[in-house]
Antibody
Framework: QLLESGGGLVQPGGSLRLSCTAS?????????????LNWVRQAPGKGLEWVSA???????YYAGSVKGRFTISKDFSKSTLYLQMNSLSAEDTAIYYC???????WGQGTLVTVSS | DIVMTQTPLFLSVTPGQSASISCKSS???????????LYWYLQKAGQPPRLLIH???NRFSGVPDRFSGSGSGTDFTLELSRVEAEDVGVYYC?????????FGQGTKVEIK
């Protein structure tokens, strides 16, 4: 129901932008009006780590591990959630999921691999 | 940050039997609106997590009544009754009372 894209292989120190949209029109229309939109990641073989959330268009929250390097944003005209990731390191290698509100609806995830 | 501690980390359950998972938080999960922001998720292999229980004890849409949540303040429990083969996976608790939201370490459940 949510579709992430933009993952791939990037070198340490590099940048990547992830996107999240809805697969269904109704959900797409509601997506930008969600109370909260989130990014959650899961490193290979590890548990879940909440990364970031956005409420409205300007109220943002970040995990300490990504603060100052990642930026969450929304484009209402495109009904798309973004995660701009800068200064990537191997520790950022993970599947990145977008999730709606209190993580009620999740995407399938997109894999980010940081390696030289 | 609020630390979420799950126990046990591994459970082996006989089909038809019951099991419980504990989740303890380092701070109260009661928000100023009076609601308690404690959630339970199940992640099956190769899939994204799926919400089971929201705000301690409310089953999400489509979740069987074999799953139930209870607790208050800092101490919470997920009960699995009449366990079925499809219940295998890793169960996580989550607090979203304050950022950064934090998950428990996960409890892996297998069926004997």
């Amino acid at each position: 129901q949510l579709l992430e894209s933009g993952g791939g292989l990037v070198q340490p120190g590099g940048s990547l932008r992830l996107s999240c949209t809805a697969s269904e029109l109704t959900l797409s229309r509601n997506l930008m009006n969600s109370d909260l939109l989130n990014w959650v990641r899961q490193a290979p073989g590890k548990g879940l780590e909440w990364v970031s959330a956005i409420r409205g268009s300007a109220e943002t929250y970040y995990a300490g591990s990504v603060k100052g390097r990642f930026t969450i944003s929304k484009d209402f005209s495109k009904s798309t959630l973004y995660l701009q990731m800068n200064s990537l390191s191997a520790e950022d290698t993970a599947i990145y999921y977008c999730a709606k509100d209190r993580l009620e609806i999740w995407g399938q995830g997109t894999l980010v691999t940081v390696s030289s | 940050d609020i630390v979420m501690t799950q126990t046990p980390l591994f459970l082996s359950v006989t089909p038809g039997q019951s099991a419980s998972i504990s989740c303890k938080s380092s701070q109260s999960l009661v928000f100023s609106d009076g609601k308690t922001y404690l959630y339970w998720y199940l992640q099956k292999a190769g899939q994204p997590p799926r919400l089971l229980i929201h705000q301690v004890s409310n089953r999400f849409s489509g979740v069987p009544d074999r799953f139930s949540g209870s607790g208050s303040g800092t101490d919470f429990t997920l009960e699995l009754s009449r366990v079925e083969a499809e219940d295998v996976g890793v169960y996580y608790c989550l607090q979203s009372v304050q950022p950064p939201w934090t998950f428990g370490q996960g409890t892996k459940v297998e069926i004997k």
